[in-house]
Every structure is written in C-alpha cells, then in structure tokens.
C-alpha cells in the first residue's frame, strides 16, 4: 500500500514535481500501467475490520457477574424442580443477551458508513482518452476529471481548476465550499487550507478540476479516520460500570451471609448438615433480585420513548442514563450550534450599516439600523446596494413544504434571500434588466460581472468579489446623496477588517454603466470606471434556541465547548453570539500540538473554543477530558467527528444533516439537528437515571425484608413464616409489577438546577443501605410480629402463614409510596394520589392478593386460609406504621442543602460524609443510633419472647431439652403434634424465587 498523502504533503510542492514524484504525466496512466499499480497498491476501497462471528457475539453477552450469579440460580432452582422460577431467571438473562447482541451489531455498522463515503465511478484519463471507471479500480498516478456535483474518488493533487470549489465539511467541519487552487502552500497548513489538494469523499459544489491521485483506499484522508474509528475503545457507560462493581459487591455479600446461615444452622441448632446446604443455597437464589436487570432494561426503553418525543434517538438503551452524568459538551459548531446555512449577516455602505434579521434562507426578515426597523422602499442607498446582490448571481432559492433552499452556490443563495428581505421581486428584476453577457467567477480574477440591459436599451454593468480585488479595481465610490466621489480605500479595508474579526465572510459589491450599444462584457470592461457599492458580510448564523440552551447547561452544571474545523475569527464570533465562556481564548490545531497529553488536560478544561481541529485533536480532546473525570458528550456531524464521537461517553449525531458515518458512530441522533434538544435529553437521562435509583432503593429492602424473615427463622429454629411457594408469589406480583410503576414516575423539582452526578458514584450510597437495612428490619418485624399474633390467637400455621404474606405484600404496597420521593415528604395528596402508574400497579396487586386468600383454588395451591376483618385491620395498622417511619426517616435525613439552587448561583456537591450528614450537624447520627437501637432492642425482644414461649411448652409437655440436637427433636415432636409438620426440607430451606 501507498503511503498516504499526508506523509508527502503534495500539496507544500508543484503540480509538475507531484507528477513527477508519482512518475506520471498529464496524459494519464496506460490501462497496463494502471493494472500494475492497482496489483501493488490494492483497490481504491476501505478495508473491512476482521468482525467476530454471530455467535461469538452472543456468547460475549453472558460474560458478566451478575449474569454468572444468576445462571447458577437458574441450575441450583432446575435441581430444586421449581421450574417457574428457572423459567423466569433464563428468560431475563436471554432477553438481555438479545438486546445486547443487537446493540453491538448495530455499532460496528459504522465503518460500514464511512466505507459508503466513496464515490462509485470516476472520469480518469486513460492512454490520453477520458474514460468512467469504477472507483475501485483507481489506482495512485491516474489522472481524474471532476466538476459540480462529483463525489472525489480519491485523494488528488490539483493540477488544472476552473471555478473550483468543494464542499469539505464533512472532513474539516468547513460550513463554507472551500476555493481550489493548484497554487502550492506551505507545508505545515491544517487540512482545510490545502487549497491545491481535493480529498476523496468530499464533494465539487462548483466548477471543474483536474487532479493526479496522490492516495487511494485506506491511505486516503478519510481511510485514515476509519482506521481511526476501528481503534477508537468504546467506553463503558457508568451505570454499567457501577452495575458491574454492584454484582460483585452482591455477590460476595450473599456468599457471606448464606455461609453464616449454613454454620449457624449446623452448629448452633444442629440441623442436618444436607439440609441447611439447601437451605442455603435457597437463600442465595432468593437474595439474588432477579427482576431488577428487567426493570431496568424497561425503564431504560422508557426513557428512549420520552426522547423520541423531545427528537432524541437513542441508538444505544444504556446511553440513556450516561445523558443524567454528562458534565462536559463538547460540540462541532457548523450544523450544530449553527445552522449550516449561510445568511448575509450586515451589510455596510456609505449611508451606514445595515443589520439582518431571519435565518438560513428562509427570505422573511427585514434589515436594523441602529437597532431600529428600517423601510427598505424609502432607502435608497439599501435598494441600491441590494439590487447587484440579485442581478450578479447564478443561484435558484426553492422552497417545499415551508423549507427553503438554494441550488447552486451557498453564498450567492443568501445573497438572494437578503435580496427579498429587501422588497426585491427577483421574477420582476429579472425581467426588467434581463442579463446579456458574463464573466463567470474564476479563482483567479476572483471575482463575477454580469451585464444587463433595460428595455430602453441602457446598459449596466454589475460586480461582486473579495473585496480587497474590487478595491483595485473601483476608482469611485457613492457617498450618502448617491454622488460619486473618490474612493477612500483605508477606510473601507478597516471595516473589511472590523467584519471579519466578528467571523463574517466578506463580499464587495460594484457597479457601473455600459457603454451604449455594448452586447459584449470583457476583462477590460471591468478594469476602470467601477463606483464601489459596499461591502457584504456573510455568517452560518447560530441556531436561536442554541443560547437558550447553552445557559441551561450552565444552570445545570455541564459546561460547553466548541470543537471545529473552521477560522478561529469564525468560531470566536459564534461563540460571542452563543454566549459561550471565555470565548476569545482560542486554541488552534497548531497550539495543541505544541501541547502534551499530561498538560492538555488541564488546557482542555480552562479553554472553551477550539478551532481548526483535525480527527486527531478532537479525539485527544475528549480522552483529556476523560482522563479528568469528566462524562463528555461529543456532538458532530461530518465524517471527521466520527472517532471522537465514538470514543465520547455518549456520541450525539445531527439527524438531518449529518453523514452516515457520524449517526452509526453515536449513541444517540437529534432527529431536529437541534443543540436544544440534547438538553432536553439530559433532562430525559436524568429523570431516567432517578427513577432508577428509586426502583433499586425499592427492591432491595423489599428483598431484605424476605431475606431477613428466612434467616430470622432460622436463627430462632422456627417454621418458616412463609414457605418458599409464597415468597415466590410474592415476588411475581410485587417486584416486577410495583418496582415497574417507578419507571413512569415524573421529574422531580429541579432536576436541572443539579450539578450532574459523579461519573464514580456508586449505586448504593451510605445513605441507601441504611435505608435499605432500616426497611428490611421493618419489614421484618411486621411480617413476624403478626406471624407470632395470630399463633398467640390460637389459629393454624396456615393462618398464620397467611398473615405473614399479606403483611409483607402490603408493607411492600406502603414502602412504594415512600418510595417515589428520595427525600420529599410522600405525605402528601401529590405523593399517595399523584402517580396513575402506581395506583393502577396498587389495583393489581390488591385483586392479585384477595384471590390468594379467598379463591379456592389458590388456597389449595400456596395452603392459605381466609382473614378475618380484625387481621387486616392489624396488616393495614402494620403498614401504615411502616409508611409513616419511614417517612419520619426521611424528614430527619433531609437536608436543607439539597434544595435546587436558584439559576446562577454555584452548587457545592456533597462528598464523604457529608454526602449524608451535613457539616456540623450532630443530630442526625444520633438518631439515626437511636433508630437503630430502637430496632435492636425490639428484634430481641422478639426473640427472647419466642425462646421464653418455647421453653413454656417444653416444660408444659415434660419435655427435657438437652443440647443443640434434642432440642431440634423436641421442635420436631412439637411441631407433629400440632399439625405443623410439613417437609422439614421445605420449612427449612429459604425462599427460592
């Protein structure tokens, strides 16, 4: 393979040394030529990265932790034969592989996008006859003939152009069709200003060139950025990350606690050492929540909805939740921040300065003078000027479905638009002084001339061009009475220079009368006699919203910066309009290759705009940021942004304008091209992400209540308070189908006036596993205590068994209230009635849970028993009572300091200890002791009343019980002669879910 262009940089030496160096000549290669180099050189084709197979892929998907924990559930509850439960625990883990799967297949399309770039045939001159060929079959030294509207096949050194102009956007993020000159430059330019270079993929917006191809295939400029993009790591997102630290941290918990259940149990009581290896295997299985990756996964898919409807495609389900971490914005301007469409921004003549309002090239607007409307028909200076913008153009504006557009050049279709804003009736003009003759824009006299001519047979001559050629050529300008007088050309070159530091693009405008009876327009023509107009600034304007939007992300806490490849003036001017921090402290490429990897972080973080960018830079610039801990979002548009934005927490790619390569890149495609957007889907990602939080912090207590209701029984050598079947119902009615109703919980107040979240933090804080064991105990003492009441009452085990689920259920039922505000108060009409999902979800489970007690054939199949109005009276008093600490929990642990901060004003992130407590407060940790304490006490109290009660019986019945393995017979002889000797395996083992 060639070396690339970039490392001979043909564009710094002559089109006759680049023929030379490639030993060819202007009259092409011969076809036997051309064979013998495509067999050394290879086709003019991307190569395709080695892919692993399908079903690698999908077996990849299963190499988790978690994922581990819970296929050895799915086997150990395949041995215990309870196959509901195996059923449920593979169908999760299947599901999950399958959306994984699809996810990953759908990323590595990207260099297929970018391969899809290359144009399919090009005109080359073979044996000195012009011929089509495939692209493919393009080999370094061919000569090429492109014109409007051709795709470059390869990268080619210009040898001849004619009006040359290419749209490179898609490489440099240019908005502007870039001139072509064969002219060398010098070596060290970035890519964007190698004027006598054309680069495959990009394309001919205007005119005609020929070229000698210095690099094909993979050696070509954007054959660089894919191999870019196939080395670029993709990033884990950060609930991943902490998903996988929280399944290594269950894992070892669960291993912990069920060894301690298993020693405890054979040590202590004596128990069968068989039996309590099942028992706690079972435990293992029931602690695992199984339906939490469920949850998940369909409050992730929830949240993708809510964006599709605020024009944010989620491409990737985890990218959801990475918007809710996002601290940095880094965002190509043109097409992103900006339009992408150029309007005529100001225009300055004698009589003054002119201002345009509108956008794009949509030709509604008007023009501002000293900030006031200004009546176009009664200025006629403004006619004037106005008028050669519409006559001294070759551009067509359409407009379909209430969108505009031009076909021809970007610049003379905004010089139209600025002609209707100005009450210039095109059809009208072009009728009355209809065109006769023209000097076509060429790169070298820079400049057009039409000749028109009224139907009085009076000629005029129009002009407009770089302003400094005009300059040249005009002798005379108008002054305010529309005389002419002598051009004062240092005035006019300041306010060239006062346009172009505020990042317009300058165009000068003259005019002149023909000679009577001229047909013809000549060079000479235009040489003498012209009357300077004006000057005309032109700008791809920011997009309205973008402000708007950039200081919600300052209220928010992200910061924005703008990373692109146009002119630092340009992208200083954008900033300053967008509001953008520090916006005259540019870097270029070039500083930042003077720059190092340790220190471009720090400069990264204190530098908001950056201009003339490469691939390279760009992707430096987001690793840098990275590197400080920050989450980055990158957003692009062309080709060129594709690595950065895979190599981004989250790639954001423009929907209708942006290139194949880029949407395959992202995670997620604004289908609006709309930066606003991206806010309102970090306000998506954080909802998301907080009732995530919410659904975990309901979960897990409600598995520790039945958790703990195992080890308790055990602890105490009772019956178990719910059998394993039951625990499994509860689980089915309640994990799923009330965790679910969080996922459609509202916003919060001020969700956007929070600084985002830590990238490192964990999924449970301090505070949620006090919260977490806090419920559980309570949970724990509802379900027992009542247990143990309708057994001091007299009634059956399966009474009580009864009791036991229906209190759980509905201290799970109460717990969901509390749940659905972190720390607001959920007493309140807001908080019992103000969530359809959760009552529909509370509906459910009420019918779910009256057939479990009454229907005859649910009571044969989990042994339940009907309840008296007095024991529900009892489970609805337990529940409330649960409602009602926990919400006293949440008043003491509240804190002032996590109020949303008003707009402006800085937000300190809480971290260490005061992340629970804050600073000096002592109140809280005392009685959050006292809490614990409380909950101590009367788990003991608990427990001496079972032994005493036990011992009751013992000496009642004349029994002795004499060590840890007579006391489990008398149990056992007890337990018969009241009725309540079911399987001992199954009393014993814990829920199995």
Known sequence: ??????????????????????????????????????????????????????????????????????????????????????????????????????????????????????????????????????????????????????????????????????????????????????????ADVPLGDRAPMAYSGTVVTYGQGTGVVVATGAATEIGRINAMLSEVETLSTPLLQRMDEFARWLTVVILVVCAAVFAFGALVWGFDVGDMFMAAVGLAVSAIPEGLPAII?????????????????????????TLGAVSTICSDKTGTLTLNELIVRSIVISGGTYDTTGSGYDPHGGFLRNGKDVVVGEDIHLTAALRPLALCNDAVLREKDGVWSVEGDPTEGALLAAAVKGGVNLEKLALELPRT??????????????????????????????PERLLEMCFWEQDVRGEQRPLDCACWLDRIIEMATRGQRVLAVASKKAEEGQQQLAFGDVESGLVFVGLI???????????????????????????????????????????????????????????????????????????????????????????????????????????????????????????????????????????????????????????????????????????????????MGETLP?????????????????????????????????????????????????????????????????????????MGLDSARTVAVNTLVACEVAYLFNARFLSESSFSLKGLFGSRAVLISVAIVVVLQAMFTYAPFMQALFNTTPLDPEMWGHIAGASVVLFLLVEVEKAIFRSPAKAPAPPGVPVATATGAAAVVAPGDWVRPVVAGLLGLLIIVVSGAFYLHTRVSLTREEASAGRTVVGGRRRRDALLRRRRASGEGRDMRDARCASVR
């Not at 920011?542 to 992200?558: K, L």
């Not at 989250?650 to 609006?672: H, P, R, S, W």
Request: glycine share 8%.
């Open 437 to 466: 003759d023209e000097i076509p824009f060429e790169s070298q006299h820079r400049f057009m001339a039409t000749l028109h001519h009224d139907h009085d047979g009076a000629g005029y001559i129009f002009v407009k061009g770089a």
């Open 1 to 186: 393979m060639q070396p690339s262009a970039e490392g001979k940089e043909y564009w710094a030496i002559g089109a006759d040394a680049a023929l030379e160096r490639l030993g060819a000549t202007r009259l092409g290669l011969s076809e036997a030529e051309a064979e013998r180099r495509l067999a050394v050189h290879g086709p003019n084709s991307l190569p395709a990265g080695r892919r692993r197979s399908a079903l690698m892929r999908f077996a990849l998907q299963f190499h988790n932790v978690l994922i581990y924990v819970l296929l050895a559930a799915a086997f150990v509850t395949a041995l215990m034969q309870h196959w509901i439960d195996t059923a449920v625990i593979v169908a999760v883990v299947v599901i999950n592989a399958i959306i994984g799967f699809i996810q990953e297949g759908k990323a590595e399309e990207a260099m297929e996008a970018v391969r899809n770039m290359l144009s399919l045939h090009a005109t080359v001159i073979r044996d000195g006859k012009r011929v089509v060929v495939d692209a493919t079959d393009i080999a370094p030294g061919d000569i090429v003939y492109v014109q409007s509207g051709d795709k470059i096949p390869a990268d080619i050194r210009l040898i001849r152009v004619k009006s040359l102009k290419v749209q490179e956007s898609a490489l440099t993020g240019e908005s502007l069709p870039v001139d072509k000159d064969p002219a060398p430059v010098m």
């Open 537 to 715: 600034g032109l700008i791809d304007p920011p997009r309205p919203e973008a402000v708007e939007a950039i200081r919600a992300c300052a209220t928010a806490g992200m910061s924005v910066k703008m990373i692109t490849g146009d002119h630092a003036a340009t992208a200083m001017a954008i900033a300053r309009e967008l509001g953008l921090n520090r916006p005259d402290s540019v870097l270029t490429g070039r500083d930042l290759d003077a720059i190092g990897d340790e220190a471009l972080g720090e400069v990264a973080s204190a530098t908001t705009v950056f201009a003339r960018t490469s691939p390279e830079h760009k992707l430096r610039l987001v690793q840098a940021l990275q590197k400080r801990g920050e989450v980055v979002a990158m957003t692009g548009d062309g080709v060129n942004d594709a690595p950065a934005l895979k190599r981004a927490d989250i790639g954001i790619a423009m929907g209708v304008k942006g290139t194949e390569a880029a949407k395959e890149a992202a995670e997620m495609v604004l289908a609006d091209d709309n930066f606003a957007s991206i806010v309102h889907a970090v306000h998506e990602g954080r909802v998301v992400y907080e009732n995530l939080k919410k659904t975990i912090l309901y979960i897990l207590p409600t598995n520790g209540g039945e958790g703990l209701t195992v080890i308790a029984a055990i602890a």
């Open 297 to 321: 996964t369909i409050t992730l898919a929830i949240g993708v909805e809510r964006m599709a409807r605020r024009k944010a495609i989620i491409r990737q389900l985890p990218a959801v939740e």
């Open 722 to 794: 719910v059998t394993p079947v039951q625990i499994l119902w509860v689980n089915l009615i309640t994990a799923v189908t009330l965790g679910l109703a969080l996922a459609f919980e509202p916003p919060t107040k001020g969700v956007m006036l929070r600084p985002p979240r830590p990238s490192g933090e964990p999924i449970l804080s301090r505070y949620f596993i006090w919260r977490i064991v806090f419920v559980s105990f309570l949970m724990l003492l509802a379900t027992f205590g009542l247990y143990e009441l309708e057994k001091a009452r007299g």
